[in-house]
């Protein structure tokens, strides 16, 4: 086995072992109310929930294909919508496994497909990653301001001491300023340091990418379809609060807090194993759910993505072939002809 192969399967031990050990603390440290809760609420799932779950989870997949195909015709790769939307579920699916590794899986599919290099392909994820990261921002913030009331509580927490203690206004806002002004300048000391190094590079390649996205001529319907991908899966959310009686009074903003918050889960450990329940739970807390309620909740998200993208990549494998074959015996038939 060579060491690469060695280095990404000891990778995946640790990233699984760190979601399991994590599942194992938060269950361990939960009182027996809320075990309790969660058990209770995982025996009464309205499993009829889960059929438009499914069909708006794959739409969010479908409009993905669409966006990466706007970014594949500016290195001259006209892709079918059929190839591309395979391609982006298979890449999910590797992605369920080995952080990552999906983005060369789908490169590579499409590649194969539709007879191309697949460096032309894997050079537009750069764009694709980097507006991905801006979006995720602008939807935490977005959240934070819908819902001002949660954010001053969080603030309160964790700033009150800071904010209200002991000291005048003033002093507070020169070291606010002062702490600004040393972030600027650490920031451009170190941006100069790094600037002909491989970390200098990536965020080269990151600002790159995302001023790629302002260039396009199709710029308008990228930016729709990424608008349509953080509705769907915030109404993947939505439609899933019906799924238990404790969640079915919750609110359109607090489903876009889980995605916004959650989709830090699904980076830090494989598919999110342990991590996304775990942040759902967090989060539901403070709209005042129970944090039973919030881990079987935060449970039944991560299985109902997990199965998706599961039962949706390995169609994909099977139909990729199937597809491209007939496409093949119908230009040889009418070359023939």
Not at 102 to 129: D, F, H, N, Q, S
Request: charged share 15%.
């Amino acid at each position: 086995m060579k060491k690469k192969h060695i280095y990404t399967l000891i990778q995946i031990i640790i990233f699984i072992g760190l979601g399991l050990g994590l599942i194992y603390w938060r269950y361990t440290e939960m009182s027996k109310e809320n075990k309790d809760a969660m058990l209770s609420s995982l025996q009464n799932i309205q499993w009829w929930v889960l059929i438009p779950i499914f069909f708006v989870g794959f739409l969010s997949h479908y409009f993905r294909a669409l966006r990466w195909k706007i970014l594949l015709r500016t290195v001259d790769i006209n892709p079918s919508t059929a190839n591309t939307t395979f391609a982006v579920l298979i890449g999910y699916m590797a992605n369920t496994v080995v952080p990552r590794l999906g983005e060369v899986a789908k490169c590579t599919i499409l590649a194969k497909y539709e007879k191309t290099a697949p460096e032309k392909a894997i050079g537009t994820i750069i764009g694709e990653r980097a507006f991905d990261l801006v979006s995720l921002v602008i939807v935490m913030l977005l959240t934070l301001v819908m819902e001002r009331a949660i954010a001053a509580q969080l603030m309160d927490k964790y700033l009150g001491r800071f904010l209200y203690g002991n000291g005048t206004g003033w002093n507070r806002i020169m070291i606010i300023t002062g702490i600004l002004i040393m972030s600027v300048i650490l920031l451009r000391y170190l941006f100069k340091r790094i600037k002909g190094s491989k970390l200098g590079q990536l965020f080269k390649n990151l600002g790159e990418g995302i001023t790629s996205v302002w260039r396009l001529k199709e710029r308008g319907k990228f930016l729709l379809y990424t608008v349509l991908i953080w509705l769907m899966y915030t109404l993947m959310v939505y439609i899933g609060y019906q799924a238990l009686a404790a969640t079915t009074g919750l609110n359109m903003t607090s489903a876009l807090a889980i995605i916004a918050f959650g989709s830090i889960g699904m980076i830090v450990t494989p598919g999110g194993i342990g991590t996304y329940p775990l942040i759902v739970s967090a989060v539901l807390l403070l709209f005042g759910i129970n944090e039973g309620v919030g881990q079987a909740f935060g449970w039944i998200c991560w299985s109902v993505q997990t199965v998706l993208v599961l039962v949706l990549g390995l169609l994909s494998l099977i139909l990729l072939p199937v597809i491209n074959k007939h496409k093949k015996d119908g230009q040889t038939s009418t070359h023939t002809a």
